[in-house]
């Protein structure tokens, strides 16, 4: 026979009160750090998302920063050749084979068209004739365009197709 008197140890008088708040703390810590790992990838995420974006947009001004480099030392042949010549060169080829670089007249952007130059112009025409221009709009919509008088602009579709038909006029 079991003697009531004798006390049960605490432990066992327990209910099932203990088990549920413990798994009611283990669902809420767990869950918690569950949330914080979530977090911390959506931010690694985030921030690789920026990086990226960041180099993609420094590479495509780094391709235009080079190609009115390009340009630039064209103008540079062009000046040169007419101050050899006493006139600029009769054709595009005649300006690469003064170069001698053919690389020069290529935006580095993928799949683009040689720039093209505008022949039978003179020193004591208009500054904003066109005298090289990229033919695709790569930089951003915008193409490269190395006017007579030496400045180096990056026009749209539209103000490329105006100073076209300005230059156009000029060299009749």
């Known amino acids: 026979m079991v003697d009531r008197t004798k006390s049960v140890p605490r432990a066992e008088r327990r209910s099932g009160g203990g088990t549920i ?15 914080g790992i979530w977090w911390i990838f959506k931010q690694v995420g985030t921030a690789g998302q920026q990086y990226t974006t960041a180099m993609v947009n420094t590479s495509h001004k780094a391709s235009a920063l080079k190609c009115q480099t390009n340009l ?10 007419a101050l050899s010549n006493e006139e600029f060169p009769a054709s595009q080829e005649r ?9 020069l007249f290529r935006c580095d952007e993928p799949n683009t068209a040689p720039y093209v130059y505008i022949p039978d112009q003179r020193p ?9 221009y ?3 709009p790569v930089h951003e919509g ?7 008088g030496g400045q180096i602009a990056m026009l749209t579709p539209e103000e490329l197709k105006l100073a076209l038909e300005a230059t156009r006029a000029h060299v009749r």
């Open 21 to 35: 708040i413990n798994a009611l703390v283990a669902i809420i810590f767990f869950g918690g750090l569950a949330m």
């Open 72 to 81: 630039r030392s064209i103008y540079q042949s062009i000046q040169m050749y």
């Open 95 to 103: 300006l690469i084979e003064y170069c001698g670089y053919s690389r």
């Open 124 to 132: 004591d025409m208009p500054p904003s004739n066109v005298l090289v």
């Open 134 to 136: 990229e033919p695709e």
């Open 142 to 148: 915008r193409s490269g365009v190395l006017f007579l």
